[in-house]
């Protein structure tokens, strides 16, 4: 078992800027690669941004490219979201994974473990 709890989300102007935190316990955690998720109301979850176990690869959805920044610190159990040049359209709830055998994947079933997310609203 992993618990995964998020952090730092909030209210920013758009263009502003925002980390999320996403600390995990439980099972080691640098086995696992790691993503990031949003969910606006109304829409379905999508994936953002993803990064393998050790950090060498890391995966970006084409809305998010060149703006967020995903990295972890394995000695901190702990994976990062670095959001700039923040977009009212970025206004969603912001969820952390656990994927125990791939090396980062925007597929939604191939994660086992989830936090409860934060939430990240930009205003125009």
């Known amino acids: 078992q992993v618990q995964l709890v998020e952090s730092g989300g909030g209210l920013v102007q758009a263009g502003g800027s925002l980390r999320l935190s996403c600390a995990a316990s439980g099972r080691t955690f640098s086995r696992y690669a790691m993503g990031w998720f949003r969910q606006a109301p109304g829409k379905e979850r999508e994936f953002v941004t993803a990064i393998s176990w050790s950090g060498r690869n890391t995966y970006y959805a084409d809305s998010v490219k060149g703006r967020f920044t995903i990295s972890r610190d394995n000695a901190k159990d702990t994976v990062y979201l670095q959001m700039n040049s923040l977009k009212p359209e970025d206004t969603a709830v912001y969820y952390c994974?656990?994927?125990?055998?791939?090396?980062?994947?925007?597929?939604?079933?191939?994660?086992?473990?989830w936090g409860q997310g934060t939430q990240v609203t930009v205003s125009s």
């Open positions: 994974a656990a994927d125990w055998t791939g090396d980062g994947s925007s597929k939604i079933y191939e994660y086992d473990y």
